[in-house]
């Protein structure tokens, strides 16, 4: 998915869709995904009946020597900026569940800046466990970005990429 990070401009979601799945990007998550998972000996994109990737989330799958398969939710956006958006409501007029919200059936997010070539990859699991523990604060402390669609609108915290990196980490930490 695509996120322009554009205020006051409409997005359309199918356009944002078409846009992730025309291949353009396909070079850059190849690099990503061979750097990230060296004993990587194929990726494909998630979009077939099988996986039906935007209910569960996944947009790409990995496949590793040892035979492990891995599903990733991917995330892309066209700016520079210094916060991870995190979707919390995909469409106000029905309170539906953002990505951030959802249960999905993957790994990991892979997060991607496009204009500098930077992508962050979050333990799926972790990253829920985090939104879990600090959510409530994010809404009330960070910039929430209104993306106006046709007839509704998505909700995402913008949350600062330094916070959301030490947040994951501190939230790694079992104290019993």
Known sequence: MIIHGKLGVMNDFNECYNIAEDGKCEPFWDLVYKTAFPNMTNHMRGKNEKC???NNGVDR???????????I???VRTGVFEDIA???ISNDT?????WIEKDLSVDYL?????PTKTAYLFDWRMLKKTWNIYSKEWKN??????????GYNTLSVCVPINILLESCKNASIIRI
Do not use: C
């Open 86 to 88: 995190l979707e919390y």
């Open 73 to 75: 939710e991917e995330k």
């Open 141 to 150: 402390k960070y910039f929430i970005a209104k993306a106006e669609n046709y």
């Open 110 to 114: 892979a997060y991607a800046f496009l």
């Open 52 to 54: 039906n990737s935007q």
């Open 94 to 98: 029905k309170d539906s569940p953002g």
């Open 61 to 71: 799958i990995i496949y590793l020597e040892n035979n492990k398969v891995i599903t």
